[in-house]
């Protein structure tokens, strides 16, 4: 349970401040430190994606990676519905990407490839166990990921926090698609390359 509750704080906390906030710094600061703060009792995911990743890359069982996402998607929603009481709704969706569609999902992937690859080598593998950097090195990717493809898809790389924001009418709900097969597909891509350079990595 300890690390359910753990996964609903960091998630919680990462979408208010992307949804109350929206700046990259801030976005990266608040994951960096839930990671240092969660990354001791779960691992620290915040993110389904990123769940996907290392269920894929063989560190958790199924059944808790359901767990995970099922509370990352909880503390999302709610964290959507307080924003809203702080900030409100807009009358229509913010961002609508009606025309840069591939552009978007392609930025998606990309960024939630970047996103899955960092923390699988600095918080699952061998080589960096016991380090230090890993909160550090997780945020500033993120960080990076949304200065870069922030403009172009509205940089969730993760699809808790698109959900969250699709209540929130930043995201259009016809464009949540994006969004989970972009940070699903990067996830997963990320896990195949992660355990083809690391082989003996089990």
């Not at 009481?85 to 930025?107: E, N, Q, S, V």
Request: glycine fraction near 10%; proline fraction near 2%; include cysteine.
């Amino acid at each position: 349970m300890k690390k359910v509750i753990t996964e609903f704080i960091g998630t919680f906390f990462l979408v208010m401040t992307i949804a109350v906030s929206g700046e990259p710094l801030a976005i990266g600061a608040a994951l960096m430190v839930m990671v240092f703060a969660g990354g001791h009792i779960s691992g620290a995911h915040y993110n389904p994606a990123v769940t996907l990743a290392v269920l894929l890359r063989g560190r958790i069982s199924l059944n808790e990676a359901l767990m995970y996402m099922a509370s990352q998607f909880a503390g999302a929603i709610i964290a959507a519905l307080i924003a809203a009481w702080f900030i409100g709704f807009p009358d229509t969706a913010i961002l609508t990407l009606d025309d840069r569609t591939l552009k978007a999902l392609a930025a998606e992937l990309l960024g939630t490839f970047a996103l899955a690859y960092v923390v699988l080598n600095v918080a699952t593998a061998k080589a960096t166990t016991g380090n230090s950097f890993y909160g550090l090195a997780i945020g500033f990717t993120v960080f990076a990921m949304a200065s870069a493809f922030g403009k172009i898809s509205g940089g969730a790389f993760n699809p808790a926090v698109a959900v969250g924001l699709t209540i929130l009418k930043i995201f259009a709900l016809k464009n949540i698609w994006i969004y989970l097969i972009g940070c699903f597909g990067g996830a997963a891509v990320a896990a195949l390359v992660f355990k083809m350079n690391n082989p003996e990595d089990k």
